[in-house]
Structures are given as C-alpha cells and as structure tokens.
C-alpha cells in the first residue's frame, strides 16, 4: 500500500507540475490581462492542487496539513482573481476582442448610457479636497 501510494504521489506531482509550466506558459501567450489571469489562475490552481496531494501521499504524515492547504487555495485563487479582473475592468482595462464588444459593458452602464469603452481609467468622483 506504502508504495502504490508514492508511485501515486510522484504522478500526481509531475502533474501539478506540468499544470503549473502550462499555466505560465499561459501567462505569455495571452493577448491581454483577462485572458493571462485565466490562464494564469485555472491551471495554476489545478497545478498546485495536483502538485499539494502528491506531496501529502509521498508524506502521509502531512496529509491534513496539505488538505488544509488545498482548501485554501481552492477558496482564494477565484475570488482574487475576480477581485483582479473586476478591478481592471473598473479601471478601464477592457478585453481584446475581435469585434470590439465587451459583454460587461451593459451590467457596467445600464439603462442605455452611452459611455463609451476609452484606455483612460473612469474620472475620479471622488468630491473631496
């Protein structure tokens, strides 16, 4: 059993690891900031998923704490990542698309504003000093 489950663990690392280079492979490739965070957050999370169970099998002793990890890692990389990508979006980062249509433009201004997309980021509202 001890050793089903190295042989386990040593697959599931090389895995992980190669989640991980494809994942920063992703990164590089990706025409824009949406698109890098996709890449960059789906395959990375699956890499180090992957690559925290194959090293709590080779360890049993270290299995709850890799759980304990995973759990983590399950819960914040998509909500940093939406914190990210929101952000942008807000900012004035839009995708890059063929046709030129962003979907979120209509949730972002409803009701038939007519803003349109520009590079700038959105004036600051802020009335203070």
């Known amino acids: 059993m001890n050793e089903v489950l190295q042989y386990l663990g040593l697959i599931s690392i090389g895995v992980g690891t190669l989640f991980l280079f494809l994942g920063s492979l992703g990164?590089?490739?990706m025409p824009d900031v949406y698109t890098r965070m996709q890449a960059g957050t789906k395959a990375t999370t699956l890499g180090?998923?992957?690559?925290?169970v194959g090293?709590?099998?080779?360890q049993p002793d270290w299995f709850w704490k890799t759980v304990v990890?995973?759990?983590f890692i399950?819960?914040?990389n998509p909500i940093s990542s939406h914190a990210l990508?929101?952000?942008s979006h807000l900012t004035g980062v839009?995708?890059?698309t063929k046709d030129g249509v962003d979907a979120?433009?209509?949730?972002r201004f409803p009701q038939g504003d007519e803003t349109k997309h520009s590079d700038a980021p959105a004036a600051d509202t802020h009335k203070g000093h």
Not at 48 to 52: D, E, H, L, V
Not at 104 to 107: F, N, S
């Open 27 to 29: 990164v590089f490739r």
């Open 48 to 52: 180090a998923i992957a690559f925290i």
């Open 55 to 58: 090293v709590g099998m080779l």
């Open 69 to 71: 990890i995973v759990s």
């Open 74 to 76: 399950t819960v914040s």
């Open 85 to 87: 990508a929101r952000g």
């Open 94 to 96: 839009f995708p890059v």
């Open 104 to 107: 979120y433009h209509d949730h």
